[in-house]
Each structure stands twice: as structure tokens, then as C-alpha cells.
């Protein structure tokens, strides 16, 4: 009985360690949420248990004829873990999205591997370190001085298109710098393209270029396309 409630209190706290981490994905919407967080958290622990009662596995076999390395179980763990974060490692357009996701899931799996074998007081540090890093970082990120990018491209009549030099000037005066201009023409001829990307410290910059770009009649069609992690 003494085993079975060891057990029983590992597994537990290891739902509610993932399941507090994976609370705050699911608060921010993300595809790997709170079951998902609390599921890789006890299977992590649970695995971990299956090296520390080893003797349970053949009963009647005397222990000095079993050998097994917990640290090989912690390895594939965390290797199997890497699978499902790739899983919610999503491309959308021109922008990556779940690599926070994705390293929580790892940690959330690590945590696991902490409570498995009985390493309490580093897992509750794990697990408050975690929910600061998603949750206090994720303040400070917001207020740091940053560069925004997007990708924009932006289309004209093929016979009246802006002169490179004059789009170059009526960017940067939007308070833009540009990366990487290339130059497509349509397979019928009827418009002619520029694509680039555009850097700004100032993201309401971008809202303001769209609609300056939707004024302007000259403009075919435009796109921006903001990237971000």
C-alpha cells in the first residue's frame, strides 16, 4: 500500500503541475492546452516510475539479475516529446506560430520526469519558473523596444507602376525600412509587382500604411503580412 500511495501522489502532482502550465496556454488559446500539458506531464512521471519499481516487473526474479539505467527512460522521453512539439509548430502565411507552445510541452515533459522520480522541490521550482517565463515574460516582451517585420508586396498597372525610387521614398517616409525588394511581372503583362520586407519599431505603423496604400488609386493591390514568432 505504501507503493501504490508513492505512486498515486507522483502521478497526481504531475497532472496538476502539467495542468497548471497547459492552463495557461489554453487561456491564450493555443492548440496544446490544458490537457494536453497535463497529459505529457503524469505520462513523463509515469514512465519515470516504471525505472524506479523495476522490480515490479518480473516478480520472483531475484533484483541483482535486473539492470536498467533510469537515464535512458528520461532520454526517450524527452526525445518522443520532441515529435509532439513539432506536432503544434505551425507555418500561416509568412509567419511561425507554437514554438512557445512547442517548449512548453518539453519542459511540461521534463517537469514530469522531475516528479517521477521524486524530485519535488526542483519540479515546484520548474513548474513556477514556467509559468513566470509564459505569463511575466511575456509582459516585458510586450514593452521591450523591438523591430517589427512584415512581409508586404504590392501591385500596379503594368503601363503606370511606381518608380522603384519613388516607392523606396514614400516607404521609408511611412517610417519603414526595406529588405530584400524583388520585382515580378504578371505572365499576361496586365500588372507589375514589388515584394519586400519592411522593418519598423512602431507596429502601428503598419495599420497606418495599409490604409495610406488603400487610398492611393494608382495601387492595384497590396498585401501586408506581419510576421511574428
Not at 24 to 49: D, I
Not at 135 to 156: G, N, Q, V
Not at 165 to 179: D, E, H
Not at 202 to 221: C, M
Amino acid at each position: 500500500m505504501d507503493d501504490l500511495a508513492t505512486i498515486s501522489a507522483h502521478l497526481v502532482a504531475a497532472l496538476i503541475a502539467g495542468g497548471i502550465i497547459g492552463l495557461e496556454r489554453s487561456y491564450h488559446g493555443r492548440p496544446a492546452g490544458f490537457r494536453t500539458h497535463a497529459l505529457v506531464c503524469m505520462a513523463s512521471s509515469l514512465l519515470m516510475l516504471v525505472t524506479l519499481y523495476q522490480w515490479k516487473w518480473l516478480p520472483g526474479v531475484p533484483m541483482d539479475t535486473v539492470r536498467t539505467d533510469p537515464t535512458r527512460m528520461a532520454q526517450g522521453i524527452m526525445t518522443g516529446i520532441g515529435f509532439l512539439g513539432a506536432g503544434v509548430i505551425f507555418k500561416e502565411s509568412f509567419t511561425v506560430r507554437g514554438l512557445t507552445t512547442a517548449a512548453s510541452i518539453w519542459t511540461t515533459a521534463a517537469i514530469g520526469v522531475l516528479i517521477g522520480v521524486g524530485f519535488y522541490l526542483p519540479a515546484v521550482l520548474a513548474t513556477a519558473l514556467t509559468l513566470g517565463t509564459l505569463s511575466l515574460f511575456r509582459w516585458i516582451e510586450a514593452r521591450l523596444p523591438a523591430h517589427f517585420y512584415a512581409h508586404h508586396s504590392i501591385r500596379f498597372d503594368r503601363a503606370t507602376p511606381f518608380p522603384e525610387a519613388v516607392l523606396r521614398s514614400y516607404v521609408t517616409a511611412a517610417g519603414f525600412s526595406i529588405a530584400n525588394m524583388s520585382y515580378r511581372l504578371a505572365d499576361d503583362g496586365s500588372w507589375y509587382e514589388y515584394k519586400m520586407i519592411l522593418s519598423t519599431t512602431n507596429p502601428a505603423n503598419i495599420s497606418r500604411f495599409a490604409e495610406a496604400l488603400r487610398q492611393r488609386p494608382e495601387v492595384k493591390s497590396f498585401r501586408i503580412s506581419p510576421a511574428g514568432d
